[in-house]
């Protein structure tokens, strides 16, 4: 199949925070600017300024398959306007919604006091391109309704420090109540010694080993009836752009991840819905 982007960059982070200025912050400029009565070119808007400063990293491992023609922000601002367009004319994905695992996502806009924060972490590791990313998920729960609300995914390639710093970061944002971190063969080690990294840094950093004792692909599907319908345990923010496309393409296989973004999500799914009742 043609795709317009062959492989995306190594720092989808932020792309995620360009989109999020493409949805939000490119509209009221150009309105203003025009209100104004001046020309707007796409240089002088807020996303593309962002580009500009970050454009080093934020191209580093993309590869597009005409870049003399169409500029990588050129095809991220394309695909930030319509996803589904984007992936049926510009990457030859002919999916419908029924070919979907995951085809009911409810999303959330208002994050609510009651919330009890949880987190899950796939302590994959390296900066190679050959390495997979690291993922690290945190969701709200509703303790009434027994809900989860996603409001952090941070899915990129880091070496054990970045990772055990990204952990201590998030946790004196959310204090979460435990972080469900799979420790099969050496990542209990880790485990362990991040623990011991975050006391020293003065955070107590509850991670809860969780021993994976069936492959991935199995745990993912396991998400399916908690995610799509009416009644869906499992809620998402619209900006959250890498966990939603790796839910959109589940589960073909990708060259850029192996969906380590769901992989995190399970994990963070299991502590909350298993621990939240003690709180």
């Known amino acids: 199949h043609f795709k317009a982007v062959e492989r995306w ?10 989109e999020e200025l493409m949805r939000n912050d490119d509209g009221r400029f150009e309105a ?27 191209e580093r491992g993309a590869e597009t398959s005409w870049p003399k023609v169409r500029s990588l922000y050129a095809l991220m601002r394309a695909r930030a306007q ?45 900066k190679s391109e050959n390495s997979d990313p690291s993922a690290l998920v945190v969701g709200g729960f509703d303790l009434e309704h027994r809900k989860l609300h996603v409001v952090e995914a941070g899915i990129k390639r880091r070496v054990a420090s970045k990772l055990e710093a990204d952990l201590i970061a998030l ?31 003065g955070v107590t950093l509850p991670l809860v080993g969780v021993t994976a004792t069936v492959g991935p692909e199995v745990r993912i599907d396991t998400l ?13 923010h619209a900006k959250l752009v890498q966990l939603l496309d790796e839910l959109s393409t589940w589960p073909e296989k990708q060259t850029q991840h192996h969906y380590d973004g769901l992989t995190a999500l399970h994990l963070c799914w299991h502590v909350a819905s298993t621990r939240a009742g003690g709180i």
């Open 32 to 58: 203003e600017e025009k209100k104004a009565g001046k020309h707007v070119p796409v240089e002088v808007l807020p996303s593309f300024r962002f580009y500009k400063k970050n454009k080093k990293r934020m």
């Open 9 to 18: 960059p190594d720092r989808m982070d932020l792309w995620e925070q360009c």
């Open 171 to 201: 946790q004196q944002e959310y204090n979460c109540q435990a972080w469900g971190f799979e420790n099969n063969n050496a990542y209990e080690h880790m485990r362990t010694s991040f623990i011991d990294g975050a006391l020293r840094a």
């Open 224 to 236: 399916e009836p908690i995610i799509n319908g009416l009644d869906s345990k499992i809620v998402f």
């Open 82 to 126: 319509s996803r589904k367009a984007f992936g049926t004319e510009m990457q030859g994905e002919p999916r419908t919604d029924e070919d979907r695992t995951f085809k009911d996502i409810t999303f959330w806009v208002q994050r609510l006091q009651q919330w009890v924060f949880f987190g899950g972490c796939d302590p994959s590791m390296g």
